[in-house]
């Protein structure tokens, strides 16, 4: 793994130097342009072992460039697009879970669907009921062994979830997609099944603290002690489902974007901004249904439906805004890097063919 200080990888400065056409326009925003849009390429190649240090470069630059870049890579068009994925491979990622755990409890359904209830945090509670009684429709009709059966034909279902993010991180690290259709339908197969259990697990830490509890206020007798205990058994709780939230953050910026070479970073400031603004606006929309519940005027009877996909929609905004900062955090520091190295020069930009 090469950081950003080191040198750019064999023969990489002459392909940079040459791939870009002699450039004489009047526009001087253009070599600008240009000369940053040949970063991308060494950002794929090279990627930083750590996001938090920006190098001196300004935050408002990050902010400015992921600004522009939030209307150049159309991530609102895009956002809509995952919205409408995370809907379809909604119930299908639901069953293939429910089917994992019902290889382990045959109570898993009932299980599972106290696990769902946790999902009120951040979903209205009027589309968490459409899914709770989709899903429990979905599992009634089904006995053990046909869940078990259909898990492969649910995680094909559920992974054009996944797909769909890799196409728009793809779009996000400009990068081509170059992948061929069967390793990158497998690798989102795998992260779909992964992304699963991670929620699962996440859902089930909120549980276990809340059944922890209940148990502390019924045994401890010490009003102030119970109420403490259970206090901090919840905040345990929410920390492990924090990490695990953070975990299924990293593991979509990893495995998402087609990449040269993939660095891993546990939080990095795109999946904690990714993650605030995606915990802001979920209670947002919470709070706009509650008081402003509007859609079943205006929509009828899809109005359930409607919520749930604005709630997609803002999730699927959120997850590709953390990825563009991340990007734009890698692009800035290398350009800033290369430019110093002499590497990437104006001149070069602006008449490659002089420097051959």
Known sequence: MESASQEPPDGAAESVRFATPP????????????FRSLVWGYVSQSPLQSLWNLEGIPA?????????????DNLLGRSAELGFYFLFALFPTLLTACSVLGLAARSAVTF?????????????????GMVLEAFNQTT?????????FGLVAALWSASVGFSSIQSSLNVVYRVPENRPYWRA?????????????VLTCMLASLLTADFFARLARRHIYHHFLANSAAISLRCVGWIVATALLSFLFA????????VKVSQWHWLTPGSALGMAGWFGASLALRVYVHYFDNYSATYGSLGTVIILLTWFYLSGLMLLLGGE???EIEAAVKEKKLAAMGVLKPEIINNPAATS
Do not use: C, M
Not at 23 to 34: I, K, L, T, V, W
Not at 112 to 128: G, K
């Open 112 to 128: 599972y669907e106290h696990l769902l209830q946790y999902l009120s945090i951040v979903v209205p509670p009027s589309a968490l």
């Open 140 to 148: 009634a009709a089904a006995s053990s062994g046909k869940l078990t």
């Open 23 to 34: 450039y004489n326009g009047p526009f001087p925003n253009e070599r600008a342009r240009r």
């Open 185 to 197: 339908r497998l690798s989102a197969i795998g992260i779909t099944f992964l992304l699963s259990i």
């Open 60 to 72: 408002k630059v990050i902010v400015r460039n992921t600004w522009n870049a939030l209307f150049t």
């Open 325 to 327: 900062i991340n990007s």
């Open 251 to 258: 593991l979509i910026y990893y495995f998402g974007p087609d």
